[in-house]
């Protein structure tokens, strides 16, 4: 059985941040790419940011400059950290791990960016 277990999410004005987190576990070995996706009301999921095993990163031009994905291999976590937030960046956030046997999604995290 393998986990995803997000956190971070919630409610912040404008201008705020957020960090989100996901924590895979169980038998999960060998991950090569996390990433986090966001599907807002109406509209289709997007992939947001992602890493490699090698460090390498790649982010949607919308978020570019605002938001900073990183990973912690030990603790087998991703985060991504969300600076200068704006509506539009309302959305349920889901985590997605690729390992060399599996694609994983977590449940999705709510993040709402709202005066």
């Known amino acids: 059985q393998v986990q995803l277990v997000e956190s971070g999410g919630g409610l912040v004005q404008p201008g705020g941040s957020l960090r989100l987190s996901c924590v895979a576990s169980?038998?999960?070995?060998?991950?090569?790419?996390m990433g986090w996706y966001r599907q807002a009301p109406g509209k289709q999921r997007e992939l947001v940011a992602a890493?490699?095993?090698?460090?390498?990163?790649n982010y949607a031009d919308s978020v570019k400059g605002r938001f900073t994905i990183s990973r912690d291999n030990a603790k087998k976590t991703v985060y991504l950290q969300m600076s200068s937030l704006k509506p539009e960046d309302t959305a349920v956030y889901y985590c997605?791990?690729?390992?060399?046997?599996?694609?994983?999604w977590g449940q999705g995290t709510q993040v709402t960016v709202s005066s």
């Open positions: 890493i490699t095993s090698g460090g390498s990163t």
């Open positions: 169980g038998s999960i070995l060998n991950i090569n790419v």
């Open positions: 997605n791990i690729r390992s060399a046997f599996g694609v994983y």
